[in-house]
């Protein structure tokens, strides 16, 4: 199959940081979110009158070190009188993922069925079957909110909604795995 090749000069994700073990270990920080978007994928459909682009098939996103993969992504803009922000007469609102949905950045990994990005209130949420991993830290659940203001991560045993893709932890609860530095006595 072709892959197609889009680049887009948007934000895509910022930074969001989570408490492990009792240190401040920053997910994805010092992201640049103005960094140049790349899409791959199978097939990009642009649904011009729905104002969203349908992105399919092996998606990866890259944005400067960070990697989003997903089976189908769903670009949601609005068009911009006089060029908007970006100086491309486009505005990306929301981006939803699903289908196996991975964000990397080096040792650091955030797993869902789906994922949500809301460009305005700069919020990434993850549903179903969600793993947030740093190095050998785990946290498992069924929910992860990533707040890209505060860089605040909350990983909550139940996912919302109850829609596909949004099953809840096996237990109802989170879990997690933590390594204990080795200290010498």
Do not use: C, W
């Not at 609102?93 to 040792?107: C, E, H, M, P, W």
Request: hydrophobic share 35%.
């Amino acid at each position: 199959m072709k892959r197609t090749l889009l680049t887009l000069s948007i934000g895509f994700l910022g930074t969001a940081g989570v408490m492990i073990a009792g240190a401040s270990a920053q997910v994805f920080r010092n992201h640049d979110s103005n960094a140049p978007v790349n899409f791959t994928a199978d097939r990009i459909e642009v649904q011009d009158r729905a104002d969203r682009v349908v992105v399919s098939g092996n998606v990866e996103v890259t944005q400067a070190g960070m990697t989003l993969n997903a089976a189908r992504m769903t670009v949601a803009y609005r068009n911009q009188p006089g060029g908007g922000s970006n100086g491309n007469g486009i505005e990306i609102d929301r981006i939803d993922a699903s289908g196996n949905v991975v964000i990397t950045k080096a040792d650091q990994t955030a797993r869902g069925n789906v994922a949500i990005y809301d460009l305005n209130a700069k919020l990434i949420t993850m549903l179903g079957n969600v793993a947030l991993t740093q190095g050998t830290n785990r946290l498992t659940g069924g929910r992860l909110v990533m707040d890209l203001n505060s860089g605040r991560s909350t990983v909550d045993g139940r996912s919302t909604g109850g829609g596909i893709g949004t099953t809840t932890s096996p237990s109802g609860r989170v879990s997690g795995t933590f390594t204990v530095p080795q200290r010498k006595n």
